[in-house]
């Protein structure tokens, strides 16, 4: 069965410093998404991304993140210049036409 | 806007016993519901969802949730459950124009022997 996978699993990085989280999606999906879940809260939407554009984005989407899809199957998320709060699990979902969301399994991201 | 309220942060049972895990959801247009597992250290497995047609709906190890429009809810049970369901359980909501998930809180199902 096919499952979005997301590298790395565990991130560790210095405050200020950039971080590029990646995923693939499930290949024939069109609707991308990346969610937060800071430790022991519940998860939150930050972007989701169609037709390759941004098609919504949370407040806490800011100038710092970016999102991109530089070719067919990976789709990435940059932290410009992390900051402590920017601790959490991120992670990529996907979908064909925008119901259920496939989730992978995470990139726990820890800023020091 | 979408909103999704789990009522109960923690869910402690002994193995075997019946649960039930409450939600409960508000939204001005037709919406999608959904619970998601999250065993620990994991990431999120779709249980069960509710697009349309029958309001039971069966998922994955045993669970079913039933939604109830006029109460606005999507209750998950489980008839007996077993230790390996001990886990946080997300209710999630989508609808209307944008394609974004509304998640609740989480439960924290823990079964005891």
């Known amino acids: 069965e096919p499952e979005v996978t997301q590298t790395p699993s565990h991130q560790v990085t210095q405050m200020g410093q950039e971080v590029i989280l990646r995923c693939v999606p499930i290949?024939?999906?069109?609707?991308f998404y990346w969610y937060r879940q800071i430790l022991g809260q519940k998860v939150e939407f930050l972007v989701s991304?169609?037709?390759?554009?941004?098609?919504?984005k949370s407040e806490i989407f800011d100038d710092q993140f970016s999102v991109e899809r530089p070719d067919g199957s990976n789709f990435t998320l940059k932290i410009r210049s992390t900051k402590l709060e920017d601790s959490a699990m991120y992670f990529c979902?996907?979908?064909?036409?925008?119901?259920?969301?496939?989730f992978g399994p995470g990139t726990r991201l820890l800023v020091l | 806007a979408q909103s999704v309220t789990q009522l109960d942060s923690q869910v402690p049972v002994f193995e075997e016993a019946p649960v039930e895990l409450r939600c409960n959801y508000s939204?001005?247009?037709?919406?999608?519901l959904f619970w998601y597992v999250q065993y620990p250290n994991q990431g999120l497995q779709l249980l069960l969802k509710?697009?349309?047609?029958?309001?039971l709906v069966k998922g994955i190890n045993g669970f079913e949730a039933e939604f109830n429009k006029s109460q606005t809810s999507f209750h998950l049970r489980k008839p007996s459950v077993h230790i390996s369901d001990t886990a946080e359980y997300f209710c999630?909501?989508?609808?209307?124009?944008?394609?974004?998930?509304?998640f609740g809180k989480g439960t924290l199902l823990t079964v005891n022997p």
């Open positions: 290949s024939n999906h069109l609707y």
């Open positions: 509710y697009l349309s047609g029958s309001t």
């Open positions: 979902a996907s979908t064909y036409r925008g119901e259920t969301q496939y």
């Open positions: 999630a909501v989508y609808g209307g124009s944008n394609y974004k998930l509304t």
């Open positions: 939204s001005s247009v037709s919406v999608y």
């Open positions: 991304f169609y037709n390759n554009e941004i098609s919504e």
